[in-house]
């Protein structure tokens, strides 16, 4: 039981590039989140997702997409990346109901040069 | 507006010594409430929360918490840090939506440094 996992751990991107972050979790859970941590700054919700197929927006939207096609897998699209999106980018799932706990995966390091 | 404040930015302990830190939220009726810690280079890791009932909570690794309704406080605490305790704390809420998926919101977070 890996629990939650994030594809990949370091990245590189010159300004414009794009790139997708993967992650997967195998509890079988109905949410998912992604989560900015800036120094200073904490933890920001990005996007999140209720089940397949469903995406919303949190409190920093702008310059990312998301997708869930598969319950377990949760994607993080950067179409066109600036050097503002440099961070750490932390993923988390839970059951749906009154659990409220997530559960986050180790994290994915972006440099945007 | 609703926000989750940990007023202190740094905090130094000698190792054995006790441990508070503090958090304040700002919400219209009392949310969940979480402590999650980070360890250096690592993801977050739940270490206690706060639904309803008593207001002190067990968590692990030795930690508790106490909420404080009149206060708007949910401050942990440990009362003997040990040097493992080092990390970077952080307290985090979520509105009591009736099992909403709203994600969580968290302070900025309280760097612990454990002196020897």
């Known amino acids: 039981n890996a629990g939650v996992t994030q594809t990949p751990k370091f990245r590189v991107l010159k300004t414009g590039q794009s790139m997708t972050l993967l992650c997967a979790q195998d509890m079988n859970h109905e949410y998912m989140y992604w989560y900015r941590q800036d120094p200073g700054m904490g933890l920001r919700l990005i996007h999140y997702s209720v089940g397949e197929g469903t995406t919303a927006k949190g409190e920093v939207p702008d310059g990312y997409n998301v997708s869930r096609l598969k319950k377990q897998n949760f994607l993080l699209g950067l179409e066109s990346a600036a050097p503002s999106q440099t961070s750490v980018y932390f993923c988390a799932s839970r059951r749906s109901g009154l659990s409220y706990e997530q559960y986050f995966g180790p994290g994915t390091r972006l440099t945007v040069t | ?116």
Do not use: M
């Open chain 2, 1 to 116: 507006a609703q926000s989750v404040t940990q007023p202190d930015i740094h905090i130094t302990v000698s190792e054995g010594a006790s441990l508070e830190l503090r958090c304040n939220y700002s919400y219209g009726a009392t949310p969940y409430l979480f402590w999650y810690v980070q360890s250096p280079g690592q993801g977050l890791q739940l270490l206690l929360k706060y639904f309803s009932g008593d207001t002190l909570v067990q968590g692990i690794k030795g930690f508790e918490a106490e909420f404080k309704r009149s206060q708007s406080s949910f401050n942990l605490r440990k009362p003997s840090v040990h040097w493992s305790d080092a990390a970077e704390y952080f307290c985090a809420v979520v509105p009591n939506s009736g099992g909403g998926a709203d994600g969580l919101t968290f302070g900025k977070g309280t760097h612990l440094i454990i002196q020897p």
